[in-house]
């Protein structure tokens, strides 16, 4: 993602308190997005999955990460993998992803916030079962 995009991403968060994480009556798992994997999908781990949790989930959510430096995040939930994201899809759907059935915001929790344009994608990449 560029810079600006990146901007954009921390200014909508400032700009949408709700959007910002801390809000202690929304459950963390939202309903499933029931998102479908069109035939021309073009999103795979190295050009979309790679960036995104790089971008906004590994810095708690990270295998070599141990102790507080998870910030609370739950053991065996490491998105530095693509097996580590594989291995719990359908709770990363239910927290960060986008489709027609919900939009899905409850991760990340705080700092740099994706656009709803790239949680749908990440729903889309999802449904695709993931490519490589
Ligand atoms: C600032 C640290 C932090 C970041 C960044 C973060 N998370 Fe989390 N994550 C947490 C914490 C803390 C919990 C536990 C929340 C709870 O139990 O209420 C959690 C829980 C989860 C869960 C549920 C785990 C379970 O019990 O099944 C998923 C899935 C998840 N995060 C995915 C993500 C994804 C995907 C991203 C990136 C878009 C992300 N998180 C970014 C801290 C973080």
Avoid at 56 to 84: K, M, N, V, W
Wanted: aromatic content about 10%; charged content about 20%.
């Amino acid at each position: 993602m560029g810079m600006a995009l990146k901007a954009l991403a921390a200014f909508a968060c400032l700009a949408t308190a709700a959007g910002c994480g801390g809000d202690e009556e929304q459950p963390l798992f939202g309903p499933p997005t029931e998102s479908v994997c069109p035939s021309d999908s073009t999103l795979t781990y190295e050009n979309f999955g790679k960036e995104f949790m790089e971008t906004y989930c590994t810095r708690c959510h990270h295998s070599e990460l141990i102790g507080e430096a998870r910030q609370g995040a739950p053991s065996f939930h490491d998105f530095d993998t693509l097996f580590g994201i594989k291995a719990v899809n359908e709770h990363i759907d239910f927290t960060t992803a986008a489709g027609p059935g919900a939009v899905n915001d409850t991760m990340p929790p705080d700092g740099a916030i994706p656009s709803d344009d790239e949680r749908y994608q990440l729903g889309e990449w999802i449904a695709c079962d993931m490519p490589e």
